[in-house]
Every structure is written in C-alpha cells, then in structure tokens.
C-alpha cells in the first residue's frame, strides 16, 4: 500500500528566500535530498487521523529508511481537529523550529 493512498501529505522544505527590501532579485535555496537516517517529522495542523493510520504512515516512513517524529498533537481530538488551534500551531512551529528535523510532512490538509 501507497503512502499517499493512507495520508495526504504536503512536504514543507526547511529553507528560506532571500530578498532584498524591494522583494526583488529573489533567490531561493533548496534543501539537500532527504538521506537514510534522516530524521523528519508528521504534522497534524488540520483534522485528525485514526491511530491505525498514523501507525501506517510511520511504519512506511521508517521502510524508506527515515527516522519519524510525530508532532505533540499526533493523537489529539478537538471536535474534528487535532486539538485545539493553539495546540496545532505550536506543535508544527516546533517541530519547524528544530534544527534536527530536516523534512516536515502534513497529515491531512484543508479546512483547519
């Protein structure tokens, strides 16, 4: 079974435009390839996902050779969401925030 047959995933890459003050002459760096060993992280900023699935996409993550981490709000519930906005938002920020985490992938998408 796929992976994008269990979970939608959005690939945020770790890397930054540099612009001047006119936004002009933009230029953008585009992160290394993802290696075995790489550590990355499932963010759920949208909808939540049922445990089986989650179990899923880590287990296909890690045969491709990636170690996995889930983002704090991984098992959360708030009505349809995963947690509260608040939580959402900080779970992803920290998971952007560390410097060890080379790839972040969005579990689920849309609304929230």
């Known amino acids: 079974m796929y992976f994008s047959s269990i979970v939608n995933l959005v690939f945020l890459a770790k890397c930054s ?10 230029s953008m ?4 390839y993802l ?6 992280a499932i963010a759920f900023p949208a909808r939540f996902l049922e445990e089986k699935k989650i179990e899923a996409a880590v287990n296909q993550i890690q045969d491709w050779g990636l170690e996995v981490v889930l983002a704090d709000n991984a098992f959360s ?15 992803l920020q920290k ?18």
């Not at 760096?29 to 290394?32: A, E, H, L, S």
């Not at 995963?82 to 779970?91: C, I």
């Open 35 to 40: 290696k075995k060993g790489d550590k990355v």
């Open 29 to 32: 760096r585009t992160p290394q």
């Open 17 to 26: 435009c540099k612009n001047n003050i006119n936004n002009q002459n933009r």
């Open 95 to 112: 998971l952007l925030d560390d410097d060890s985490i080379r790839a972040v992938f969005c579990a689920r998408g849309g609304y929230g």
């Open 77 to 91: 519930r708030f009505h349809q969401f995963a947690g509260e906005d608040e939580h959402r938002l900080k779970a």
